[in-house]
């Protein structure tokens, strides 16, 4: 065997027999007010992604992208107006979670118009994968958080509608869904109003919870270092 094949030879052998080291992720958090920095909240999901992710062998920064009173449209401090800010992180998974303020109706009157219909929100999520998805970026879609017992039911029979839309997109497109709708669902009505911090935005225990809902999705398709001999 000439010098060459032999080293070919042992090059194989150790990509084959030596565990390779993953690579530290950037994750990139893309929502509203439930996403984003709160003073009340010591400790946001995207502040607790990266020791939760730790715990299971994957080595993660995460970055927020979060902004109060967002929705998915493309103006002012929408999502779409700045995504290109997203995707300058070069992230390699952006989680994103919108819904809350595009389906609210100002009125405040049932029946009446919400600040986004819902057939341009699910084009606006569909253009949010997409876009990301051009710049080899995985994308996960996460649903809104139920609201407190004390919110009108028409207004949470709203957003179901829209969370409803979120589960379909993430269908058509293919892509991983953190449902936390139906997390907050399965707890008693006390159990739920306990994760929040006001009719609508999770206290430390909600975002401790969507944390939790994360990693147990992204664990299975997320590459863990090598364990230390």
Not at 71 to 90: F, M, P, W
Request: with cysteine; net charge neutral.
């Amino acid at each position: 065997m000439n010098r060459r094949l032999l080293n070919l030879f042992l090059t194989l052998h150790l990509l084959l027999v030596l565990p390779l080291s993953a690579k530290e992720l950037t994750l990139v958090a893309f929502g509203d007010s439930t996403t984003a920095f709160r003073g009340t909240i010591k400790e946001v999901y995207s502040t607790r992604l990266p020791g939760l992710l730790e715990k299971q062998g994957i080595d993660a920064t995460v970055i927020n992208e979060g902004v109060g009173g967002s929705n998915t449209s493309a103006v002012g401090k929408h999502a779409l107006a700045r995504i290109d800010r997203v995707r300058a992180h070069q992230a390699d998974w952006v989680i994103v979670q919108f819904g809350i303020n595009d389906c609210w109706i100002d009125s405040g009157n049932e029946g009446s118009s919400s600040r986004i219909a819902i057939d341009d929100y699910k084009d606006n999520l569909t253009k949010i994968v997409q876009t990301l998805r051009q710049d080899g970026t995985r994308v996960v879609l996460m649903t809104p958080n139920q609201l407190r017992s004390d919110v009108d039911r028409w207004r949470v029979d709203r957003l179901e509608e829209y969370v409803q839309a979120v589960r379909q997109v993430a269908v058509e497109r293919e892509v991983p869904l953190v449902d936390i709708w139906t997390a907050y669902g399965a707890l008693s009505v006390a159990e739920r109003d306990a994760l929040l911090l006001d009719g609508v935005h999770p206290n430390d225990a909600g975002h401790a919870l969507v944390a939790e809902k994360i990693v147990a999705c992204l664990k299975p398709i997320l590459p863990a270092r090598a364990p230390a001999k």
